[in-house]
């Protein structure tokens, strides 16, 4: 990310030189018509350089606002995922003055909904990984919590 960056300053910088090189340099003529063909070259050679760095940072610019656009709608989706979930979970929960069970079955609702977005998390880890164990390790730990919860409720 930065070396294109890098390559496209150094490459906009270097037309602007190439473009004003001739004129720096002292090679247009003193007398008579300044635009001589190896001036007129440099000028237009520079300035395409410069232009296509500069279509290039442009760019550039423009993909990373994008992905940044796109990381915002993905925290804006898990908020409102966890909103729901909070919602949900809200609404089950007991009267007051209700017993001690339901108030274990609510407390152990919430701790199923902390460690699903646990494996949830965990998915996302590994699913960044292109080989196929990471999505194997998912899955195992997804099983394993699943049983996890099926033991606690079985016991109570």
């Given amino acids: 990310m930065r070396t294109g960056v890098l390559a496209s300053v150094i490459l906009f910088l270097a037309g602007i030189w190439i473009a004003i090189m001739p004129e720096v340099a002292g090679f247009h003529p003193a007398s008579g018509n300044p635009w001589t063909t190896p001036s007129l070259v440099a000028a237009v050679l520079g300035g395409g350089i410069a232009i296509a760095a500069l279509i290039g940072l442009v760019g550039f610019f423009g993909q990373l606002l994008r992905q ?54 965990a998915q996302e880890r590994t699913s960044t ?23 606690k409720s079985q016991a109570h």
């Fill in 68 to 121: 940044h656009e796109e990381m915002l709608r993905q925290a804006a989706k898990a908020r409102e995922a966890e909103d729901e979930a909070r919602k949900r979970a809200q609404s089950t929960e007991p009267p007051a003055g209700g017993g001690d069970g339901v108030r274990a079955l609510s407390d152990s609702r919430e701790a199923s909904l902390r460690r699903l977005s646990r494996v949830e998390r």
């Fill in 129 to 151: 990984r292109p080989d196929d164990d990471a999505h194997e390790l998912a899955l195992k730990e997804l099983a394993e919590t699943i049983l996890k919860d099926l033991q």
